[in-house]
């Protein structure tokens, strides 16, 4: 037989079932909020093609196959992009293609009941989280003293990271895959542990489906070997033979995914670390601090996006986990050897999630399978502190660390929670008033014959996703719909021509922020003299210098006071009509000035 749990005696509220039962009712808690949200504009994308709502153009993608979003080939991109469902500055081979056929099929089986009332959905997806609690709820318990598993659990149910999984409805399939994957760990513990060879092929059955819902799965797949390289008795020889199920399941996955033509290439948002291992190190490097300090510190990583933000989150990353790692060291000599076992491969287990985790850029949304591990950290600290309590000022400073980590992880996660489905929700009435702004604008039915053309977007939300609105509910569709920048900067616009505008930011560069560069990598950049030739529009990079693209031109197939086009910019929170200067003349533009 393998080795067992530790054990440790508790009572009240760190019992078990007692606090399993108490984390399911938070977890429904939790997940029921996001009634109040809508469809954020990922979940547009997925009711238009499941409505069979007539396309722009072929998107490459079907009703079981949703988070194919970008599939790589040019004869499917070009088209898109010359109807401006993706930026004129997209590469043409650019791929970020997802496969995950259960969430896909799930998605299509709600829309039959559900429509495009979002209620169900939600509901739905709250029961998956408090599953997924369930789930993690045996597993913790199994490997855990008793108190620290009863910590651990509610520490990942009460995380604020969990909400934009809950809330927002593309990132379901992270749930769904986290929790197929727990399964198949827990079945492996039980296989292992207890010989029971009945559970062996579960196990393997249950992460093929964790995959076959999201390649979150993969990030549990590192708990599993961690296990057998850590914390498994017996010799070498027989835990690596016990790796072998394991490792069969990722490279058959990696072989049929690679095969199917999925997986992510020209994005600097997305990237595969065994396509382009060198670039994936050097980003990694950047992204592991950055989302460790949305694991430790609460950090809002999100914000990321904004090149300026980058190196503070990092830096304040590394000072969590230093901060943390040393409370944990503190701890560690108040553990029993077998506690020090299970934790050294649930340690290992939450590294590798974390470094799995930075194939996407940072965000609290791909948090689910690390928060697992940063909750028994958080656990370990907060019940050794409690447990000790020495009168030295070690002692003090831990207690001081480990009441702040149950402050912001604990005490104020469901304010967090609310917050984050506020954020939800106010967005998406954003883009609902936005979109009646632009039905103010458009002509529906002199709009099949015209080309909307936007000057400028107040973020790159809107640059993205406003033309996807507007097609996923069914309006009217103009030949094209260009943005012409996602720079949030000023920017200074000169008529050189009849039909040609020149732009340029102020005070910054064109592609500086990672939003941008989701669709054209910075390994990729546009040279001096580049232009980019679409059906009606050319574009030129007229000066670059080492900080990027300083100045770009437009030119029109006519002028650009004919109706045919139609110019929009962002003026004063709203979408307005753009008026052309004269002929050389410039105006200066802002998307966020409010005057």
């Known amino acids: 037989m393998e080795n067992s749990p530790p054990t440790s005696s508790s009572s009240g509220w760190l019992s078990y079932p007692r606090v399993l039962w108490v984390s399911l009712a938070i977890a429904l808690g939790l997940g029921l909020l996001a009634l109040r949200a809508s469809f954020m504009a990922d979940e547009f994308i997925f009711l238009g093609i ?38 004129w500055w997209t590469l043409p081979d650019l791929k970020i293609s997802f496969w995950r056929p259960l969430s896909s099929a799930i998605l299509l089986v709600e829309h039959k009941f559900f429509g495009d009332q979002p209620m169900g959905y939600h509901a739905h997806t709250a029961l998956w989280y408090v599953a997924l609690v369930a789930m993690a709820g045996v597993l913790l318990r199994r490997v855990l003293p008793t108190a620290v598993a009863a910590l ?58 964790g995959l ?21 008795e017996g010799p070498l020889s027989t835990r690596l033979k016990a790796m072998a199920p394991t490792a069969l399941v990722l490279i058959v996955y990696s072989v049929a995914h690679t095969a199917l033509g999925y997986g992510a290439a020209g994005s600097d948002m997305h990237i595969d670390p065994l396509a382009q291992p060198l670039f994936w190190l050097q980003t990694a490097l950047l992204w592991v601090p950055i989302n460790l300090a949305g694991l430790f510190l609460n950090a809002p990583i999100d914000m990321f996006v904004d090149a300026k933000n980058e190196l503070p989150l990092a830096a304040a990353g590394i000072v969590g986990m230093v901060l943390v790692g040393l409370m944990l060291r503190a701890s560690w000599s108040g553990l029993d050897e077998p506690e020090r076992r299970q934790l050294r491969w649930l340690l290992a287990g939450f590294a590798s999630s974390v470094v799995a985790a930075a194939t996407t850029g940072p965000s609290v949304r791909i948090l689910l399978v690390p928060s697992l591990g940063a909750a028994i950290i958080l656990a370990v600290v907060v019940h050794h502190a409690w447990r000790r309590r020495q009168r030295n000022w070690r002692g003090w400073a831990l207690v001081v660390g480990a009441g702040a980590m149950v402050l912001f992880h604990a005490v104020l996660a469901p304010f967090s929670w609310w917050t984050s489905v506020d954020l939800l929700r106010n967005f998406s009435a954003s883009n609902g008033r936005v979109q009646q702004q632009y039905q103010a604008m458009l002509d529906q039915e002199s709009l099949p014959h015209q080309r909307v053309v936007q000057i400028n977007v107040p973020n790159a939300s809107m640059g993205v996703y406003a033309s996807i609105l507007w097609w996923a509910t069914g309006k009217a569709l103009p030949q094209s719909w260009w943005v012409l920048s996602y720079d ?54 007229l000066e670059v210098d080492a900080e990027g693209v300083r100045k770009l031109s437009f030119t029109f197939d006519v002028p650009l006071e004919d109706p045919s086009l139609v110019l929009l910019h962002w003026k004063n929170r709203k979408v307005q009509r753009f008026v052309p200067p004269p002929m050389g003349d410039q105006v200066s533009l802002n998307a966020l000035a409010i005057e």
Request: charged share 15%; aromatic share 8%.
């Open 152 to 209: 651990a659990l509610l520490f990942f149910t009460l995380d604020d990271s969990h909400a934009l999984a809950v809330a927002w409805l593309a990132n379901r399939s992270t749930i769904i895959s986290m929790f197929f994957g727990l399964v198949a760990v827990c079945l492996h513990l039980e296989w292992r542990q207890k010989g029971r060879t009945w559970a062996l092929p579960l196990s393997v059955l249950s992460l093929v489906v």
């Open 50 to 87: 499941l409505g069979e709502v007539p396309q722009p153009a072929p998107l490459g993608t079907s009703a079981l196959d949703l988070y194919n979003l970008i599939p790589g080939d040019p004869a499917v991109m070009q088209p898109l992009i010359q109807k401006g469902v993706y930026p």
């Open 488 to 541: 949030t900067h000023e920017q200074r616009i000169t008529r050189t021509g009849p039909s040609t505008l020149e732009i340029e930011p102020q005070g910054g560069r064109f592609f500086s922020s990672v939003v941008e560069r989701i669709h054209r990598s910075k390994r990729y950049p546009l040279p001096v003299g580049h232009e980019v030739k679409l059906d009606g529009m050319i574009v030129k990079v």
């Open 212 to 232: 076959a819902a999201a390649e979150t799965a993969l990030l549990v797949i590192g708990y599993l070997l961690a296990y057998e390289l850590l914390g498994a």
